[in-house]
């Protein structure tokens, strides 16, 4: 399966809420803490994966975190075999991803054991997620997943996947067209598309 995204800058982050309730059905609140790890190889490209512990919180308060209650915590490794970023006509770049994923029972013991076998930690990134379902009307995809995420100190991001079983020319212009219609109905402009990589965005900081 290929996951195919897109993130934009938020500026007013509870007309974004209003607008996401008036169309996608509320998903659930997730507190995420990434570790990203890389494994330098002479002559070939690096190695990277991420260790991402999660707790999902309960969701009286869109606006609240400390007060809201813990309902389950997890953790996965996240391996991505292919990244890239794709250029449409009108220059705007997508991310196409094929993301392998499992649920870990000890985190600290992959981490120590990815330390013992080469890899160095490369960085760290805290999010809090807002997470919504919204149906398309594709041919082989059915739904897309928009999350409202505060980055620190980056500033609130709207995330919006659609995940494929294909990856050929035809779906990409489809689901890179889903993804831009979310994007507006969500009350954002294609300006405020950020094509960054949030390690690059978090480095130049």
Same mark, same amino acid.
């Given at each position: 399966m290929f996951e195919l995204e897109l993130k934009a800058h938020v500026h007013d982050r509870a007309a974004v809420i209003q607008k996401l309730n008036s169309f996608a059905r509320f998903d659930r609140i997730i507190i995420k803490d990434d570790l #990203? &790890?890389?494994l330098e190889r002479q002559g070939q490209e690096q190695v990277t994966t991420r260790i991402r512990t999660e707790e999902h919180r309960a969701t009286e308060d869109f606006f609240n975190f400390t007060g809201q209650k813990t309902i389950a915590k997890k953790a996965f490794l996240? #391996? !991505?075999k292919k990244e890239r +970023? +794709? !250029?449409e006509s009108d220059g705007i770049a997508i991310e196409v991803n094929d993301e392998r994923e499992t649920e870990l029972s000890d985190a600290e013991c992959v981490k120590e054991l990815l330390l013992a076998s080469g890899f160095a930690? @490369? &960085? =760290? !990134? @805290? !999010?809090? =997620? &807002?997470g919504w379902y919204a149906e398309c009307q594709g041919d082989f995809f059915s739904n897309a997943h928009l999350e409202l995420c505060t980055v620190p100190p980056l500033g609130d991001f709207l995330e919006i996947e659609i995940i494929s079983p294909r990856n050929d020319e035809e779906a990409l212009q489809k689901i890179d067209s889903a993804l831009k219609e979310f994007l507006l109905k969500s009350g954002l402009e294609l300006c405020d598309i950020e094509e960054k990589y949030y390690s690059e965005l978090l480095q130049e900081k």
């Open positions: #990203y &790890f890389k996240t #391996y !991505k +970023r +794709r !250029k930690e @490369h &960085f =760290s !990134k @805290h !999010k809090d =997620s &807002f």
